[in-house]
């Protein structure tokens, strides 16, 4: 059975830092790139940043460059998403995805909830 679980989320305040945490089991993680995605309320969900297989690659959308960073532990089949200097607009539900470059074939998380006010 194939699990991505999310962890890590909260409330924090301005220029504030989280780190969430995604734990994947059922798939071979050290295969898979890995993305985290956030969906703000009435908005589309959207990637924030993504790693390789190996950790080699790692791009991330321009909003968050310089503030956060993702890495991702293959014997521990986890990936992260250290996020610092937050604002207001970073809130949002955080998703971890899975995804298998050649296949397509993708996996989703529950997500977890990141809230930035002061």
């Known amino acids: 059975q194939v699990q991505l679980v999310e962890s890590g989320g909260g409330w924090v305040q301005p220029g504030g830092s989280l780190r969430l945490s995604c734990a994947a089991s059922?798939?071979?993680?050290?295969?898979?790139?890995m993305r985290w995605y956030c969906q703000a309320p009435g908005k589309e969900r959207e990637m924030v940043a993504a790693?390789?297989?190996?950790?080699?690659?790692?791009n991330f959308f321009d909003a968050v460059k310089g503030r956060f960073t993702i890495s991702r532990d293959n014997a521990k089949n986890t990936v992260y998403l250290q996020m610092n200097s937050l604002k207001p607009e970073d809130t949002a539900t955080y998703y971890c995805?899975?995804?298998?470059?050649?296949?397509?074939?993708?996996?989703w998380g529950q997500g977890t909830q990141v809230t930035v006010s002061s």
């Open positions: 995805n899975a995804i298998y470059r050649w296949t397509r074939n993708e996996y």
């Open positions: 059922g798939f071979t993680f050290s295969i898979y790139d």
């Open positions: 790693i390789s297989p190996t950790g080699g690659s790692k």
